[in-house]
């Protein structure tokens, strides 16, 4: 690890003469623009209250121009070139392309020169495959904890919304890049700064980094009853294991007529059926984002059989898992810039 000649996380709130902290932001084609976006917001709203341009950024990206992400967003970006010209932070935002490419090499390098590095979702999960089992923890979005679970041993891997190890920063991305940058950038702002930042920001509290993410529709506790929420909670742990509706009324302590009227109300569907589409959805999860045998992933799901698990999944969304998968190819890390299918 070489010398720092700057910490990003060092308080540089009330020193007027700190020079600006330049991030780079680290783009790949399909970039998750929810994401981008959050970083610029923050950083731009904490220059303002500041009142001078503390924090500047710069794009980067493997094949330097127009940068297209998902949802049409364009960004111009500078290559990005081995070790040179590293920034104080180095943000890699999410996408479809970002388990290709050769950020993970100067992500290193930032690491020997004690350089913030952040990943967010789709990046932190192709750090964490490409490490095999970091020394420290590290998280990624939710939606690929299942599936890096299933295809390989990491006992540092957790569901919060973010870790640092070494000073690689994974995350879970999406929304919560927000909560993400605002920490980062605080230690450059007083405490009434932070909590103007967060007003900003409309979030009404700030989250910490170990705080779990709100994985399942049970989490947003705010939208249903306490009881109701507990059922849904039930059903989302046991997947694997689904259990009979007498079971969950028991454990709950609800009518079965009961929870069929609240269902009926909140869903306009019966607790089965609802219960038979959370594990659907799962299957199809992990048969587009994996490369697990279908037996396993029906297993995984709480199906008796592929059969079984093929009908459910046809019927729902009208192709048999066979087909999902192959209008889904699984994006390998490559270190060339191009990307593998396989």
């Known amino acids: ?20 902290r330049e991030i780079e932001i680290h783009v790949t084609k399909g970039f998750s623009g929810l994401e981008l976006t959050s970083i610029t917001h923050v950083l731009a709203t904490a220059n303002m209250l500041l009142g001078r341009d503390l924090f500047s950024w710069r794009f980067s990206t493997d094949t330097p121009g127009l940068v297209a ?4 967003a364009l960004v111009r970006a500078e290559p990005a070139i081995g070790d040179h010209r590293l920034a104080d932070m180095m943000v890699v935002v999410g996408g ?3 388990a290709g490419g050769t950020w993970l090499a100067r992500a290193r390098a930032m690491q020997r020169k004690a350089r913030t590095v952040v990943l967010l979702s789709d990046a932190a999960t192709a750090y964490i495959q490409a490490t ?13 904890v299942t599936t890096l679970i299933e295809t390989g041993y990491h006992p540092n ?6 870790e640092n190890s070494d000073g690689i920063i994974t995350a879970a991305g999406a929304g919560a890049t927000l909560e993400l940058i605002a920490g980062l950038v605080a230690p450059h ?13 409309l979030l009404q509290t700030l989250r910490k980094s170990h705080a779990e993410q709100p994985r399942c529709i049970a989490d947003n506790e705010g939208m249903f009853d306490a009881r109701l929420t ?22 709950v302590g609800i009518s079965t007529r009961h929870l069929e009227r609240v269902f009926r109300t909140t869903f306009n569907d019966t607790p089965a059926r609802f219960y038979k589409r959370l594990r659907v959805k799962r299957a199809r999860t992990m048969i587009e984002e994996s490369l697990l045998p279908m037996v396993d992933i029906a297993i995984a799901c709480g199906f008796g059989s592929c059969t079984t ?4 999944v046809k019927g729902e969304y009208g192709v048999t898992p066979s087909q999902m998968r192959a209008r889904k190819s699984a994006q390998l890390l490559t270190y060339d810039g191009r990307q593998t299918a396989r």
């Open 1 to 20: 690890m070489g010398k720092p000649d700057y910490r990003f996380d060092v308080a540089a709130a009330i020193d007027t003469h700190v020079q600006s």
């Open 69 to 72: 992400g998902d949802q049409g």
């Open 96 to 98: 479809k392309g970002a």
């Open 132 to 144: 095999k089992a970091p020394s420290g923890r590290v998280t990624t979005h939710w939606r690929d």
């Open 157 to 162: 891997l957790t569901t919060h919304l973010s």
């Open 189 to 201: 702002l007083t405490r009434p700064q932070v909590a103007e930042l967060g007003n900003h920001l």
């Open 230 to 251: 507990k059922v849904i909670r039930l059903m989302e742990d046991t997947v694997n294991e689904p259990l009979s509706m007498d079971e969950i009324t028991e454990r």
């Open 309 to 312: 698990m093929a009908k459910a």
